[in-house]
């Protein structure tokens, strides 16, 4: 253990370089030449102490200290430091993201030009053949033109069971009258209580929507049986449609679709009450006043035929 007296302050440093009292240098090498291998520091060793220049304030505490001093006598503070080394500014570097998403912009651009190239080489041939396709399909094929859809003609209605008949037959279904179908529902064997519509169109028909009537006298509909649960199934179509309707006098409409149809079926699987209405007992019979088919007509092959051939046969001249 080595100990040495401050110069500046006179303190006893012990196995120190720095006064732990005033923060001054110890030079050990001059106290000790024979113990000690003498070394440099990188901003060599400290001017003479005999030269003192102008004092030095201590940057912490503000105290004067002699120029020579790197530590403050009064509290121990670094008085000199070198500017900080600034880090260089770092390079702008694009991620793999923004590579990519350049590539990417760059593909659509050669697209694009392709593209643009492509049409003004045949782009006059392609519209005068679409133009003259335009033409034909709307004049010699009009047929083929697609309508909104509409009410739907529908050929027959037939139901099993066949209702009451006369005043209250099926065909009443579709007529467009105030009369009703009606079937005695209370008549129908248990396990069996249920009433098939078949409606069939005049030609194929593309089907997007059913709209059902209801009787409209809220004390008739009441005191008759009303349907509540019905499938309806299309020809050509595998599934079967469930729907339940709402227990309302008068119009409601649901969507159904299929697109290539020569009659649908409906059955009623399931019924809402009669009911006492004013202390009147209720009908035993089942009542529908209208079912509407809404749609247009499906395109048949033949029309599509006749669009392509009109098409190939006014360009290829």
């Not at 009292?21 to 030449?33: R, Y």
């Not at 129908?188 to 006298?217: C, H």
């Not at 409409?253 to 006492?276: H, K, L, P, W």
Request: hydrophobic share 35%.
């Amino acid at each position: 253990m080595a100990r040495y007296v401050c110069d500046n302050c006179g303190a006893t440093v012990v196995d120190e370089e720095f006064c732990p009292t005033c923060g001054s240098w110890v030079d050990t090498l001059q106290k000790d030449e024979d113990e000690y291998e003498e070394f440099d520091l990188e901003e060599g060793p400290p001017p003479p102490r005999t030269a003192r220049g102008e004092p030095t304030l201590c940057p912490s505490c503000g105290a004067p200290n002699p120029s020579t001093n790197r530590h403050c006598e009064e509290c121990g503070a670094r008085l000199r430091q070198g500017p900080l080394p600034t880090a260089p500014r770092p390079a702008v570097q694009s991620t793999a993201g923004v590579r990519a998403l350049g590539a990417l912009f760059g593909l659509i651009a050669l697209v694009v030009i392709i593209a643009v190239l492509i049409n003004l080489i045949n782009g006059d041939d392609q519209t005068t053949a679409t133009t003259l396709a335009a033409d034909a399909s709307t004049t010699t094929a009009g047929a083929v033109q697609v309508e909104n859809p509409a009410p739907l003609d529908i050929l027959t209605a037939s139901c099993v069971p066949e209702g009451l008949g006369g005043d209250f037959s099926c065909t009443n279904l579709i007529d467009g009258n105030a009369g009703s179908f009606q079937v005695n529902y209370n008549e129908l064997p248990e396990g069996e209580k249920e009433v098939e519509i078949r409606l069939t169109f005049p030609q194929p028909m593309e089907v997007t929507r059913i709209i059902w009537l209801n009787l409209e006298d809220e004390t008739r509909f009441r005191r008759n049986y009303r349907a509540k649960g019905i499938t309806i199934e299309a020809e050509g179509n595998p599934f079967v449609v469930p729907q339940e309707l709402q227990d309302a006098p008068g119009e409601q409409g649901f969507d159904f679709a299929t697109i290539r149809a020569n009659f649908i079926v409906i059955t009623i699987q399931s019924v809402y009450q009669a009911e006492v209405v004013e202390g009147t007992e209720p009908f035993d019979e089942l009542a529908i006043e209208e079912i509407t088919v809404v749609g247009r007509p499906a395109e048949t092959t033949t029309n599509t035929t006749l669009v392509d051939d009109t098409t190939t046969t006014t360009t290829g001249g």
